[in-house]
Nanobody
Framework: QVQLVESGGGLVQPGGSLRLSCAVS????????MGWYRQAPEKERELVAV???????HYANSVKGRSTIFRDNAKNTVYLQLNSLKSEDTAVYYC??????????WGQGTQVTVSS
């Protein structure tokens, strides 16, 4: 059983910052990609950022330049640093990991609300 536990969401003012964390536990084969997605009300889930096992990264245009994804392989944890937050960043943020055996797992989501 693989579990993903996200943390770090909350209410932040426009222009503020947040760091999201996602810790993976359980019977884990080698983790390949680790990523963050988000889903705003009445919108489809979208990719925010992803990081490969070798450290390569990809960001959505909407967050490029003001977010950083990084991982700690020793802790099986992926982080997403979000800066210069805007109201349109308000969403539930989900962590996803893809394992070497081909399986993929999602976290339960953490709410990020950007509002004054």
């Amino acid at each position: 059983q693989v579990q993903l536990v996200e943390s770090g969401g909350g209410l932040v003012q426009p222009g503020g910052s947040l760091r999201l964390s996602c810790a993976v536990s359980g019977t884990i084969f080698s983790i390949l990609d680790m990523g963050w997605y988000r889903q705003a009300p009445e919108k489809e889930r979208e990719l925010v950022a992803v990081i490969g096992s070798g450290g390569s990264t990809h960001y959505a245009n909407s967050v490029k330049g003001r977010s950083t994804i990084f991982r700690d392989n020793a802790k099986n944890t992926v982080y997403l640093q979000l800066n210069s937050l805007k109201s349109e960043d308000t969403a539930v943020y989900y962590c996803k990991v893809e394992l070497e055996d081909g399986s993929a797992y999602w976290g339960q989501g953490t709410q990020v609300t950007v509002s004054s």
